[in-house]
């Protein structure tokens, strides 16, 4: 589930060295959507997507860290912080990729309310599930952004997941311009946290947290632990790729 908002700022698209020795590691940011007030899409389960978004980049991070980038984090779990607040640490830290991480749903009209648990919860009317990703035409570095949504999108791919197309249309979604459905690449320029970063950035929405499989499917240990690896290998080929702009 997303939120839009405001400006953007010109971009670095090669970073200086910050001194003349060996270079260091890119540093690659995590950005867990929502905060605790506002919590996001409310699943299947009754549960917020804030909770999905933040055990997804708590795994993921690790994961970056072991391949051998340096990972920040916008907020740690319970913390809050604004949507351009989150793409001016990216900036401040002089990153090399921006990563967010959400979990989606669909429009009301196509969700039934139902209880889980003593829960309200929502359910999607007919199954809809698959993985998405937004990049920004507003980001300063839209062609490594794309760059690295359609290694993200490959990389989903060869684990059988489907993209979620819905959004393009106007009965569940709202009408989002697709860059490549196949590889399920939206083009959402207002997005806060893509436009206002000068960093290459994506936004990734894991899984449909109101479809009930495609809950399940996230919510298996295994499945993330090969969507990370997967994620893993997108940014070493991106990285590779971009040597030039991403070498300090
Ligand atoms: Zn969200």
């Known amino acids: 589930m997303l939120l839009a908002g405001c400006a953007a700022q010109p ?7 910050l001194s003349g020795s060996a270079p ?9 959507g929502h905060n605790p007030a506002d919590g996001g899409a409310t699943s299947v389960r009754g549960t917020r997507e804030i909770g999905y978004n933040d055990r997804f980049v708590a795994e993921l991070a690790p994961a970056l860290r072991a391949a051998g980038w340096r990972v920040r984090v916008t907020r740690a779990p319970g913390e809050s912080i604004s949507l351009v607040g ?3 640490l990216a900036d401040e830290l002089r990153a090399n990729l921006f990563l967010s991480v959400h979990h989606d749903s669909v429009q009301l009209r196509c969700l039934r309310q139902i209880t889980k648990e003593g829960r309200p919860a929502f359910e999607t009317l007919r199954p809809t599930g698959g993985y998405s990703l937004y990049v920004s035409k ?6 490594l952004s794309y760059r ?3 290694l993200l999108g490959e990389q989903f791919r060869s684990l059988g997941r489907s993209p979620m197309l819905e959004h393009a249309g106007t009965t569940c979604g709202e009408n989002r311009p697709l860059l490549d459905a196949r590889l399920g690449i939206y083009q959402y320029d207002h997005l806060a946290v893509l436009r206002h970063s000068n960093v290459p950035a994506v936004l990734l929405e894991v899984g449909v947290i109101t479809d009930a499989q495609d809950e399940s499917y996230v919510n298996d240990a295994g499945n993330r632990r090969r969507m990370i690896a997967g994620i893993v ?8 790729q971009n040597e030039t702009s991403v070498r300090r």
């Open 138 to 143: 507003e980001n300063p570095d839209f062609t």
């Open 11 to 17: 971009s670095p698209a090669v970073r200086p060295s």
């Open 86 to 88: 989150r793409a001016q």
């Open 233 to 240: 290998r997108a940014v070493r080929v991106w990285i590779a």
């Open 24 to 32: 260091a590691a890119p540093i690659i940011v995590l950005d867990p």
């Open 148 to 150: 690295f949504a359609t």
